[in-house]
């Protein structure tokens, strides 16, 4: 049965290509809706488990198969379609050809013709066949197979009514996306004079009718889209078709300028998902010299966000001195290979000279290369422990920077190191000007207190400990009970967005000065600058929103999602924030400790040495404490309003050793 059955598929579609064939060109004066009743009767009986029988002839000449169609049919139904006389007189009465009924007798499935010699002589001899077996079916199997023949004829009409109304509404949209497809231009020039969200009208209806992915139109309505939104300053809502407009291929023509959107929407909104990675599959080689300067600097850039070093230097080393980013090009090289993966110290001190020089040579100069290649180039000779080539660098940070306070501080650090007490202390001095009191620096007292320590100035080491407690360790509990009880990162970034102008009594968290800790961090900053392009994002799609329709709602979501997501983000970081300041402080205490006990010990050696010997002991310079240590000219620190920027690197402690030499 199964074998029969399936050249009996075979056979139907063979017989369904010849009649469509035959009817569309003589039959053309047949409407649509028959000739799709045809095909779908064709199908049912090919993939039907019911046998051929005379309803199902009946039913092939009102769809109006042709005869060669029919009498296809009955060859492929083999032996079990049988009928009599009488079912061929109604076949006639129904419509059916003499050519078919013929063919019925010729292939031998009527039964009850006598086909006996004339003679009236059995076939075989004298022996008379077996009587057949009675054909008659009872009532029970009668209504059986009307029900089965009505239950197939009205699936057939079923599935041929789908099957127009699909047909129809595919005309209607294929002429409706003609029409569209014609408006593409005028959203272009629409585009272009600004009128950026009836645009997006054309543009979203274009695509809603599903054209030819990848094909002309949707290449241009994808673009016109992302164009339109980024410049109506939904950004998001321009990421994603501008993400499908680049990877359809640097050979497009508007992958340059999508490419130029991509780097905006990167500062931006901080978009960067790991799929743009496949832009580096693309074949960049005909675009012009200039493009690919930008290209490989933003993914030397893409590459380095992700932590992928080796990577980055790859595309960052591509960018030409011609180009305008190759200064910044040379200073994110440098850090990359200070990257222990890497750990190429010497090609990276070559990369922030280097980028130093190229940002010097800029017009006007690039003062914010310029500063960090200075810090660059100071920390690392920091780290390689040589200090005077260390506060050179350090030295050349303009005192009106935002970096000048860690500058100063570090430089503090450097004197220190190389035990240069009389400079170390100076900028120590300068960094208790209100010009630092926002800065969080709790390790200035800790290092005040050990370069006192090693003066054998052991009240004023003392004194410094004592601020270290007062401004930082008494403050400690309250951070530390505020992580203990919040655990929602949203609380932790809802706390920072509103203690601006708070002061430590009317916060009811960390106070004042762990907070600017966090407002200082450039992390925390590039989060918060994301965070209020976002809303800014959700505010001109709220203005639009119902002239978007689906996509603005869709896009609205997409930006809450994103703000959420980021909220959270920045939550987590002020979270681990005040987690490591936390723990800092923690371990400057117990490094404040330390000190104490060193103080205490050091104290009593040295009066020790000073009974047994009276006359070595030196004479007591002038005293001063860590907040009122002097400079070298004997200037007082009163801040009246006043005090000496330009000058920070210049000041000197008069202070001497009161250590007694054994």
């Not at 005379?54 to 092939?60: D, L, P, R, T, V």
């Not at 595919?170 to 959203?187: G, I, S």
């Not at 809802?494 to 600017?516: A, H």
């Not at 002239?547 to 869709?554: I, K, R, S, Y």
Request: glycine share 6%.
């Amino acid at each position: 049965m199964a074998g029969n059955y399936i050249s009996i598929c075979t056979s139907w579609f063979a017989s369904c290509r010849e009649t469509r064939v035959y009817r569309m060109n003589s039959v053309k004066k047949q409407s649509r809706l028959t000739s799709v009743l045809v095909f779908i009767a064709i199908l049912m009986l090919a993939t039907s488990a019911f046998a051929l029988d005379k309803n199902q002839i009946i039913q092939m000449g009102k769809l109006g198969l042709n005869d060669k169609a029919i009498m296809g049919a009955i060859d492929s139904a083999g032996d079990e379609l049988s009928l009599t006389e009488e079912d061929l007189g109604e076949l006639r009465l129904q419509g059916i050809s003499d050519a078919v009924i013929e063919h019925l007798k010729i292939t031998g499935h009527v039964k009850g013709l006598d086909t006996a010699p004339a003679d009236g002589a059995p076939a075989d001899g004298d022996v008379e066949p077996a009587p057949a077996p009675s054909t008659e079916e009872t009532e029970e199997e009668k209504a059986e197979r009307l029900a089965a023949e009505k239950a197939r004829e009205e699936e057939i009409l079923k599935k041929a009514q789908e099957l127009n109304q699909e047909k129809a509404q595919e005309d209607a949209r294929q002429k409706r996306l003609e029409q569209m497809a014609r408006r593409l231009p005028e959203a272009a020039e629409l585009v272009e004079a600004g009128d950026n969200m009836e645009a997006a009208l054309i543009y979203l209806e274009f695509l809603s009718l599903q054209p030819e992915e990848q094909g002309e139109s949707w290449y241009e309505a994808k673009f016109g889209l992302a164009k339109a939104s980024f410049q109506e300053g939904i950004l998001s809502g321009a990421s994603s078709p501008l993400l499908e407009v680049l990877l359809a291929g640097a050979d497009r023509p508007h992958f340059v300028e999508g490419f130029r959107m991509l780097r905006k929407l990167t500062q931006e909104i901080g978009y960067r998902p790991p799929v743009l990675e496949e832009l580096t599959k693309l074949y960049t080689g005909d675009l012009n010299a200039e493009f690919l300067a930008e290209f490989n600097y933003y993914m030397g850039k893409f590459f380095f966000d992700y932590n992928r070093s080796d990577l980055a230097i790859e595309y960052l080393q591509k960018v030409p001195n011609t180009a305008p980013d190759y200064p910044e090009a040379l200073y994110v090289m440098g850090v990359a290979k200070l990257d222990p993966t890497v750990n190429d110290t010497a090609g990276a001190l070559y990369n922030f000279r280097d980028a130093i020089i190229a940002g010097e040579a800029e017009p006007g100069g690039n003062e914010e290369i310029l500063q960090l290649g200075y810090l660059a180039l100071a920390r690392t000779w920091y780290e390689v422990g040589l200090y005077d080539v260390a506060l050179f660098y350090y030295l050349k940070v303009p005192s009106d920077s935002s970096r000048n306070a860690e500058s100063v501080f570090e430089q503090a650090w450097s004197y220190f190191m190389k035990n240069d007490t009389k400079r170390a202390l100076g900028i120590l001095h300068t960094l208790h000007s209100p010009l630092y009191e926002k800065w969080y620096f709790p390790d200035l007292f800790i290092l005040e207190a050990a370069t006192y320590l090693n003066l054998c100035k052991f009240d004023q080491s003392q004194v410094a400990l004592g601020e270290f407690t007062k401004r930082y360790l008494d403050k400690q509990p309250r951070l530390s009970e505020y992580l203990a009880n919040t655990t929602e990162p949203k609380d932790y970034w809802t706390y920072m967005m509103t203690s601006s102008g708070k002061s430590d009594s009317e916060l009811n968290g960390p106070p004042r000065i762990f907070v600017n800790a966090v407002l200082n961090d450039l992390e925390f900053y590039n989060i918060y600058r994301v965070v209020q392009n976002l809303q800014k994002e959700r505010a001109a799609l709220e203005a639009n929103v119902g002239a978007l329709g689906d996509f603005g709602n869709v896009v609205l979501e997409r930006v809450n999602e994103q703000l959420e997501t980021k909220i959270e983000e920045g939550g987590i970081l002020v979270q681990q924030k005040f987690s490591d300041l936390d723990k800092e402080l923690t371990d400057w205490d117990l490094k404040a400790t330390q000190i104490s006990f060193e103080i205490d010990s050091e104290s009593k050696r040295q009066l020790e040495t000073q009974l047994v010997n009276p006359n070595a002991a030196p004479k007591k310079a002038a005293s001063g404490t860590t907040i009122t240590v002097v400079a070298a000219d004997w200037q007082s620190w009163d801040f009246d309003g006043e005090y000496w920027v330009d000058e920070v690197p210049n000041y000197r402690s008069s202070l001497r050793t009161e250590c007694v030499e054994q």
